[in-house]
Structures are given as C-alpha cells and as structure tokens.
C-alpha cells in the first residue's frame, strides 16, 4: 500500500464548477497536510496548510482533513480557468526527513 | 529575492555522460531535496540532505549521486547508470512546519 494515493484525473469541469480533490495515506503520524499547486513545467507552490483535522478556508479554497479516516481533500468553489493546474497532496511529520506526495490530480477548467 | 534556483532550464545527455543539474538557495534552510517528476507522475524523491555533509537517498537513488557542501548548494549528478534519465527535476528546500519551497525545475533529455 502506497504512503499517499490520490485521485489520479485528469479532471475537466466548466468554469463556476465546484472541484473535490481527494488523497488518502496509511501512515498515522501524519501531522500537517499540505496541497501544492503546480502548473505545466513549474514547480510545485504551497496552496494550502492545515493541521490536525478539520476545514481550513482560503478564499476559493477549503482544505478539509479528517485524521480518523486518514483522508484529506481540497475544495475549489467558483472554479476559474486559472486554476487549470495539476494539485498535489503531501502530508508530513515533526520529524523532518523525507516527505511524501500523491501522484497529483491534473485540473483542466474550461471557459 | 530570496528563493530556488535550479539551472540549466534545459539540459541534454548523451548516451554513456554524466551531467549535474545546479541547486541554490538564498532561504537559509538547512534541509534540501530533489524530486524528479515522469509526465502524468507525482513527484519521487531521489535524495535528500538535513545537514551539510549529510545526505540520504531517497525511493530511487540508483543512478544518481549529490554532495552537499554548503549549505546553500546542493548539486544533482544524474550519472550513465541511470538508463532513463529523462524526466522533469525539481529541487525544493524546507521551511518551518514542513513547508517545501521549489525551484523552477530542469528538463532533462537525452539524445
């Protein structure tokens, strides 16, 4: 079983189209959890942040964790085709070392 | 500005070369990494270093080889026994809680 897997898309909605991202993970020491958005040939820039479980919002944005399940996802309200980009999921631990990312949801937002 | 510089854009190998891609951070982060990313893939860790003059590998390091010298450096040889080099390299050093901050990346091909 993978540490993180995620919804892998792609995933094509017209523009106002509320979007759900979801990842899973298996390892329950788990303590922050972080989206990263990147766009075609970029690199990957932090979205959002939360920890422990619960919503955290942010504009457009909800990133929703629920520790019990092990399950995090990322709401996206009134989608713009700006948004078109591939979304990444990575949870962490307070131990630093090597972190972990779902394999990415590309997102295509059409006008 | 402070930040990730990963050079060159573009790179290309030539069968039995090796070639090292450049990373350097103004962000006085202790800790630093490289990815690499297949097309429609997350992103695999390849190595990771906590310390200068300390590093280990990532989930697929065979093939690759980094030092890490300074602090702000942290270079990547992609070496002849990686027999499938080309892909998308990222290089991201680590904040406070876990946050990850990422270079713009180096398309590597081969010819």
């Known amino acids: 079983q993978k540490e993180v897997e995620q919804d892998p898309g792609p995933l094509s909605v017209p523009e106002g189209a509320i979007v759900s991202l979801n990842c899973t993970y298996s390892?329950?020491?788990?303590?922050?959890f972080m989206w990263y958005r990147q766009y075609s040939r970029k690199g990957p820039e932090l979205l959002m942040y939360t920890y422990s479980s619960g919503n955290k919002e942010d504009g457009r944005f909800t990133a929703q964790v629920d520790k019990s399940s092990k399950y995090i996802s990322l709401f996206i309200r009134d989608s713009q085709p700006s948004d078109s980009a591939t979304y990444l999921c990575a949870p962490g631990d307070n131990q630093g070392g090597k972190l972990i990312f779902g394999q990415g949801t590309e997102l295509s937002v059409k006008p | 500005d402070g930040g990730i510089t990963q050079s060159p854009k573009y790179l290309f190998r030539k069968e039995g070369q090796n070639v090292t891609l450049s990373c350097e951070q103004n962000l006085n982060h202790d800790a630093m990494y490289w990815y690499r990313q297949d097309p429609g893939q997350g992103l695999r860790l390849i190595y990771y270093?906590?310390?200068?003059?300390?590093?280990q590998k990532g989930d697929i390091a065979e093939g690759y080889s980094v030092s890490r010298e300074k602090k702000e450096s942290f270079p990547l040889t992609v070496t002849s026994a990686q027999k499938n080099p080309t892909a998308f390299y990222l290089c991201a050093s680590r904040g406070s809680l876990e946050k990850l901050f990422f270079g713009s990346g180096t398309q590597l091909s081969v010819l």
């Open positions: 270093s906590q310390i200068v003059n300390d590093f």
């Open positions: 390892n329950s020491a788990f303590q922050y």
